[in-house]
């Protein structure tokens, strides 16, 4: 079983609409959590990164939170755009020299016009 | 700034044969990622490189992979013999060195895809 699951494994929404992406993780402990965006055929982008003290960070249309105690983080896209369709991949990093990480196996996200 | 670079884009070999990928990271990053994501799972973390020096690579499957960073610059990942399971899109990242708890941004290639028949 992988130590960070994501949920829902995809998603269709109308454009304009608002959604949330979740991710459970059992690593522990932790040092980082990050939210990815990979458009298909391309490589990972980075959106937000928050430590294990922080409980929420913006960019833009996307907010991510974090419940260390429960071991869950959200990211809430607002009012999606076509461009917003995407795998969305969540990423816990060990503490370490190398801080390494575990993904998740990403959300599937289609935004219909 | 250009970003991560990686070729080739596609590779397509037989079983038993070399391959050889490469990256560039973007120019100042020291730090510079290996990762592969087999058809179906998530990607995973194979190595770090520090400038010059491995500082970790825990994720690496066996020893018919090695990968190099020449002066601290760009890196290359050999796969001698390849085997079928080895198939799968290698992302490198790079990112620049610090970070409080290791949330330096990585930015990643597009990845290259190898195909082992």
């Known amino acids: 079983k992988n130590q960070v699951e994501q949920s829902p494994q995809s998603l269709i929404i109308l454009e304009g609409k608002n959604c949330t992406l979740q991710c459970n993780y059992t690593v522990s402990p932790f040092s980082n959590l990050r939210w990815y965006k990979q458009d298909t055929g391309r490589g990972p982008v980075s959106l937000t990164i928050?430590?294990?003290?922080?409980n929420t960070k913006s960019n833009g249309r996307y907010t991510a939170t974090l419940d260390a105690d429960t071991k869950q983080s959200s990211l809430h896209i607002t009012a999606s755009q076509l461009s917003d369709s995407a795998s969305y991949i969540c990423v816990v990093s060990f503490p370490g020299g190398s801080y390494i990480p575990t993904f998740g196996r990403g959300t599937s996200l289609i935004v219909h016009p | 700034e250009a970003g991560v670079t990686q070729f080739p884009s596609h590779s397509v070999i037989e079983k038993g044969q070399t391959v050889t990928l490469r990256c560039d990271p973007i120019s100042g990053h020291d730090n510079l990622y290996w990762y592969r994501r087999v058809m179906g799972k998530e990607i995973k973390f194979l190595l770090h490189f520090v400038k010059e020096s491995k500082q970790d690579e825990s994720g690496m499957p066996n020893n018919r992979f090695l990968a190099e960073r020449t002066g601290g610059t760009y890196s290359t990942l050999k796969v001698q013999p390849a085997e079928l399971e080895d198939s799968g899109v290698y992302f490198c990242?790079?990112?620049?060195?610090?970070?409080?708890?290791?949330?330096?941004?990585?930015?990643f290639g597009p990845g290259t895809r190898l195909t082992v028949l």
């Open positions: 928050m430590t294990f003290s922080e």
């Open positions: 990242a790079s990112s620049r060195l610090g970070g409080l708890l290791g949330t330096d941004t990585q930015y």
